[in-house]
């Protein structure tokens, strides 16, 4: 398969008009090609979204072992991979969500599992936001260990609070087995940055479940402007507000600190450190109602989930809607796409495989129109049947 004359997302983070030559489930060729083929002029190209933080989607909860309908919906919303992130729970639930995750295979039509990423148990009370207060526990290294290895190499990520007791040692302990986030914390700076010095590298859902940066008391985000290779960011227009969005991708600018300098696809990034997600839970892609996410009830309503007491619960939004809230709030359309395919990559440890448009790279490709709009997705080399 050839597809030629369209706009096509570099993994320099620029447009440029190339071709692009598939054989099979891979990139072959990117660049001016002599061969024939679909002709895509006046469509932009883009990989195929990557959700680095979900709970799920169109019915299903990941925490509750459901991943059926939500890759099949995930797939017609643009998302080609994922990464199933599970709430708080007791030990032995959780063992059982991190198995039950691991045996989860996509067909031709749903979105790849592409690692796993524990949201808790090791948050602080005090921010647990949706997530259920009776799972929370102080850190314990060896429980990680254990998903871990029940993981089989799937584990990609854990959200510790730092300031929990024993935090700062279990994050030197367990950050070379998975990428290890700070998040629902309370932090303050100075515990926040030796967290990022102990092993941290990542911020989850920046600016919703920790304080906020004030300039006498940066906390935990000042902390990871400063220190962290990236941060998460919920565009769904309700989680976090317009222009909070526009300071995020100017605050997290790259940097030259140790861990973040690193070459990906051969040239350093350039790009800001923003990782958008959904945060999306199962009423995604379904009607306001009640619903559930890690074992509490969430109420649905006009596109906000809150548990009872009004604490939002999570997204009902797609990757897609906030990649395109993004760019409606003024963020260049391409960084926009960088920061839902590329950087995730980059964070899951698949830039190998996935992410950007390269040869070597799985045939995951978005067809948009001239306002940005999915119209086909290219899942794995083939065409999906429907969006």
Known sequence: MVLTGGNILTPAGVFEHLDIAIDGSKI?????????GQNLTGYYIVPGLIDLHIHGAAGDDFSSGQ???????????????????????????????????????????????VGISLEGPFLSPEKCGAQHPDALQLPEPELIQQLSQIAGGKLRMITIAPELPGAID???QVSALCRVSLGHTYADYATAAAAFQAGASHLTHLYNAMPPLLHRAPGVIGAAADFAQSAELICDGIHVHPAAVRAAFRLFVPHTLPMANTTVDGFRPTLPRICLISDSMEAAGLPDGRYSLGGQVVFVQHQRATLPDGTLAGSVASLADCVHNAIQWGIPP????????????????????????????????????????????LLRGRWLDTI
């Open 170 to 172: 279990c994050i030197r």
């Open 28 to 36: 072959l060729k990117v660049g001016q090609l002599p061969e024939q």
């Open 67 to 113: 991943f059926q309908q939500a890759a099949s919906y995930l797939a017609r919303r643009g998302v080609t991979s994922f990464c199933a992130t599970i709430m708080s729970l007791k030990p032995k639930a959780l063992q059982s969500a991190v198995r039950t995750a691991c045996h989860f295979t996509a067909d031709q039509q749903m979105a790849q599992l």
């Open 334 to 377: 391409e960084t926009a796409f960088a920061a839902a395919t590329m950087m995730p990559a980059r964070i899951l440890g698949i830039a190998h495989q996935t992410g950007s448009i390269a040869p070597g790279k799985q045939a995951d490709l978005l067809v948009l129109d001239q306002t940005f709009r999915m119209q086909r997705v």
